[in-house]
């Protein structure tokens, strides 16, 4: 059984003659366990993909099935405790009034989970904090410190799947290595599954076995990591982008411009 299933999922944004059609029959499968990545270039719809298995967009149509289980489109508890998304901007996904032991205590709350101070200090150190970050705000964090709460928070109900769109992207180089590193342990430890969207791909081929590559709101390729780093990918547009993340090239740029108008 897959941990996470996604067939012929497709969506549109805006009505009638005006909608925009941003996903286009995806489909992908997650064993349980797996780290698989989603990349391809901003507009792609990667992270549309995460919104909708998170039950964030509802008005998607195909299936997504989570252990088996169907994704409903409304937001649902059971589904809140087993699915958690860590976003690309820990600042901004934390509420700046509320200190960190607020900001973790609260989903054991709203699920009835007991323990809640003791859960708290525990996923703390799970992810390289220790208590004493308990009682201070966001703004008294570094960027690589607010992730670290971004990602306790995600993890604090225990769920199976973690969908991490760009987790690193907005922190310095120097700490982008110990949130991935971390990632990893955290993944090994809890047997988690992970999706992760990003644009680089090396974050991708550091966390992930498999990824696919969009392109337009499509899935043109899927590939393991070690064909990724080979260099043998099949699809045209899959050998562009891997020759643009190795530095800025014009004719690279114009190449994907006119794929992305194709």
Same mark, same amino acid.
């Given at each position: 059984?897959?941990?996470?299933?996604?067939?012929?999922?497709?969506?549109?944004?805006?009505?009638?003659?005006?909608?925009?059609?941003?996903?286009?029959?995806?489909?992908?499968?997650?064993?349980?366990?797996?780290?698989?990545?989603?990349?391809?270039?901003?507009?792609?719809?990667?992270?549309?993909?995460?919104?909708?298995?998170?039950?964030?967009?509802?008005?998607?149509?195909?299936?997504?099935?989570?252990?088996?289980?169907?994704?409903?489109?409304?937001?649902?508890?059971?589904?809140?405790?087993?699915?958690?998304?860590?976003?690309?901007?820990?600042?901004?996904?934390?509420?700046?009034?509320?200190?960190?032991?607020?900001?973790?205590?609260?989903?054991?709350?709203?699920?009835?989970? @007991?323990?809640?101070?003791?859960?708290?200090?525990?996923?703390?150190?799970?992810?390289?904090?220790?208590?004493?970050?308990?009682?201070?705000?966001?703004?008294?964090?570094?960027?690589?410190?607010?992730?670290?709460? #971004?990602?306790?928070? @995600?993890?604090?109900?225990?769920?199976?799947?973690?969908?991490?769109?760009?987790?690193?992207?907005?922190?310095?180089?120097?700490?982008?290595?110990?949130?991935?590193?971390?990632? @990893?342990?955290?993944?090994?430890?809890?047997?988690?599954?992970?999706?992760?969207?990003?644009?680089?791909?090396?974050?991708?081929?550091?966390?992930?076995?498999?990824?696919?590559?969009?392109? #337009?709101?499509?899935?043109?390729?899927?590939?393991?990591?070690?064909?990724?780093?080979?260099?043998? #990918?099949?699809?045209?547009?899959?050998?562009?982008?891997?020759?643009?993340?190795?530095?800025?090239?014009?004719?690279?740029?114009?190449?994907?411009?006119?794929?992305?108008?194709?």
């Amino acid at each position: 059984m897959s941990a996470i299933s996604v067939k012929e999922l497709s969506l549109y944004f805006g009505y009638g003659a005006a909608a925009t059609q941003v996903l286009d029959d995806v489909n992908f499968t997650v064993a349980p366990g797996e780290a698989f990545g989603l990349v391809g270039e901003s507009g792609s719809g990667k992270s549309t993909i995460l919104r909708c298995i998170a039950n964030l967009y509802g008005h998607w149509s195909g299936s997504i099935e989570l252990d088996g289980r169907p994704v409903g489109r409304r937001p649902s508890r059971e589904q809140g405790r087993r699915v958690q998304m860590v976003f690309q901007d820990p600042y901004g996904s934390l509420h700046p009034r509320h200190t960190v032991n607020t900001a973790l205590s609260e989903p054991l709350r709203i699920h009835g989970i @007991a323990d809640v101070q003791d859960r708290v200090e525990r996923m703390l150190v799970d992810v390289g904090l220790n208590p004493d970050f308990g009682p201070r705000y966001p703004h008294q964090l570094s960027g690589g410190q607010r992730q670290r709460v #971004a990602i306790a928070r @995600a993890l604090i109900t225990e769920p199976g799947i973690l969908l991490l769109d760009e987790p690193t992207s907005a922190l310095d180089v120097s700490v982008q290595a110990e949130i991935l590193n971390l990632l @990893a342990d955290l993944r090994e430890q809890r047997d988690l599954t992970y999706i992760l969207v990003s644009h680089d791909l090396g974050v991708v081929a550091h966390l992930c076995s498999r990824l696919a590559v969009m392109q #337009a709101g499509r899935i043109v390729e899927t590939m393991t990591t070690t064909s990724l780093m080979s260099g043998t #990918a099949t699809e045209p547009y899959t050998r562009t982008l891997i020759q643009a993340s190795k530095g800025y090239d014009r004719a690279l740029v114009d190449e994907l411009a006119r794929g992305a108008a194709a």
